[in-house]
Structure formats: structure tokens, C-alpha cells
């Protein structure tokens, strides 16, 4: 096994008053991307009364393409901040780059490892040596072996508040975009000593599953959820097609509290 200190007594990661694996899930919601400051404060008031924990917002954006929208960098970050304060709420990010992590640790309570770079592990020990919470996404081609040696890059530097993410693999399937790894949330959560929270947007890559895909997970026993949401998800700069709108996040919400998931 090429793992260890992943094991152990189970603890939750506490964020600015959140307790992530606690006794409660918890719901991380808010833009793919920072676009703009009326954008995001709108999202983060909305999701904020709808509910939601914790704030996300990507500013550094691994976009397939690179003639995508790659994100407002450290502008984002700063409108990303100030939303956190004027709500509340602890805000989370992607850091791509080794370069930046410091940088990106100055606005965000939580890092946020993409799932094209769970591997990355120059990055992971860079995190790893950030000290403050570390959201890592599995990678979509990637065994759960692969991932919790990868989380144990981010151990090996000190930094044991570490929340893991199933975020969809790939598969043959056609039906949704990745495939939301659902055997995988209790596989971690029995293996590792780390909350396990799972990403419907990402998986489903189309909203109308979003809702489905979240109950499931929860059902299974996920620590919480990040979910994408977007005041105007057809004018989104990135994945839009899988963004709720804030009607829609509201009605998330209130199913999940029906049937008592969250
Ligand atoms: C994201 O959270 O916007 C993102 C890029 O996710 P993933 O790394 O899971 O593709
Ligand atoms: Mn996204």
C-alpha cells in the first residue's frame, strides 16, 4: 500500500465556524467562475439564503481549450474575499499553479485541488505546505488507490485538513458527462479518515441531473456537496450548461430538506 497516514480516527475539517464531516452535510455552492463582482454578489447572496455553507468561485480556471475564458486571477480572488465577508460565508478556490498557492492562500479559507491535478504532485506538496484546508477532487481517470496516495503527498507536508471530492469519472456511459462514482463515497469514508463530499455538477455536466445525482450521493452517506450556480447560466463563462439557476438551487434545497439529506 502506498499510503498511511490517510488512515486513522475520523475528524472533521472546521472552516470559519463550518464543520465539514460533521454531523450535518454541508453544501458548498456558487459560480464555476468569479465573472464579476455584481455576478458573484448576487450568486452569494442567494445561495447564502438559500442555505448554503460555503462560498466557491474559480479564478484560476483549468479550461480545456486555452482559447477558453481562463478566469479573472487575482481579481476574482479579491471579489471572491469580499463576498465571503458580506455574507459570512468561508470561500473555497482552485490553485493551479505550485507559484501561486501562496498567493491564492491569502483570500481563500479553503484550496481547492481540480481534478486534473490531483496528480500533480509538486502542487500537493505546495498545498500541503499551505497549512489551511485543502479540497482535493479525484481525478476522473484515477483508482482510489491512485487518490489516497496522492492526499498523502498533502499529509507528508503537515497539513492534515483535508477534504476529499468524487467529482464523476470517465466511463462508456453516455448518460451524463463524467460518471458520478457513487461506491466510492462510502469506499472513502471506510478507508480514509477525511470528510468525503461529492461534485454533481461536474459529474452530470447538465443540470437537469444535478438534483438526482446530489440526493444520491448524500444518500450514501457524502459529508456534503459543491454545487455551481448562476444568476444567468446561458451567458455563463464556463459551465453553464451544468449551472443551476438561483430558482433552481432554491429548489435543490428545499428537496434535499425533504427528504432530510441535509
Ligand atoms: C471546478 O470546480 O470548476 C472544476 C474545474 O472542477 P473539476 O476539477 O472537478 O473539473
Ligand atoms: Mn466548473
Given amino acids: 500500500m502506498g499510503y ?3 488512515l486513522g480516527e475520523k475528524a472533521a475539517v472546521k472552516v470559519k465556524g463550518v464543520e465539514i464531516g460533521g454531523k450535518k452535510p454541508i453544501v458548498i455552492a456558487g459560480p464555476c467562475s468569479v465573472e464579476s463582482k455584481d455576478q458573484l454578489m448576487e450568486v452569494a447572496w442567494a445561495v447564502k439564503e438559500a442555505g448554503a455553507h460555503v462560498l466557491r468561485g474559480g479564478a484560476f ?3 480545456t481549450s486555452p482559447y477558453s475564458f481562463q478566469g479573472l486571477g487575482v481579481e476574482g480572488l479579491k471579489m471572491l474575499r469580499e463576498a ?5 460565508l468561508p470561500v473555497i478556490s482552485e490553485v493551479l499553479d505550485p ?3 501562496k ?3 491569502e483570500y481563500v479559507d479553503i484550496l481547492q485541488v481540480g481534478a486534473r491535478n490531483c496528480q500533480n504532485f509538486p502542487l500537493l506538496r505546495e498545498v500541503g505546505k499551505a497549512g489551511i484546508p485543502v479540497l482535493i477532487k479525484r481525478g ?3 483508482t482510489l488507490e491512485e487518490y489516497l496516495c496522492a492526499v498523502e503527498y498533502i499529509l507528508l507536508e503537515g497539513n492534515d485538513k ?4 468524487e467529482r464523476g469519472i470517465r466511463t462508456f456511459s453516455d448518460s451524463s458527462r463524467f460518471t458520478l462514482d457513487i461506491a466510492a463515497i462510502p469506499r472513502l469514508k471506510d478507508t480514509s479518515r477525511f470528510p ?5 455538477s461536474h459529474a452530470a455536466g447538465r443540470r437537469d441531473l444535478v438534483l438526482p445525482l446530489a440526493k444520491a450521493a448524500l444518500a450514501a452517506g457524502a459529508d456534503g456537496i459543491m454545487v455551481e450556480v448562476h444568476p444567468r447560466p446561458d451567458e455563463a463563462l464556463s459551465d453553464g450548461s451544468q449551472s443551476l439557476t438561483v430558482e433552481q438551487f432554491r429548489e435543490l434545497m428545499s428537496e434535499l430538506r425533504r427528504w432530510n439529506l441535509v
Fill in 140 to 142: 476522473f481517470s484515477i
Fill in 61 to 63: 480556471k483549468p479550461r
Fill in 162 to 165: 483535508v477534504i476529499l471530492c
Fill in 4 to 6: 498511511k497516514l490517510v
Fill in 103 to 105: 498567493l491564492v492562500a
Fill in 196 to 200: 468525503v463530499i461529492a461534485d454533481p
Fill in 99 to 101: 507559484r501561486d498557492v
Fill in 84 to 88: 465571503g465577508d458580506a455574507t459570512g
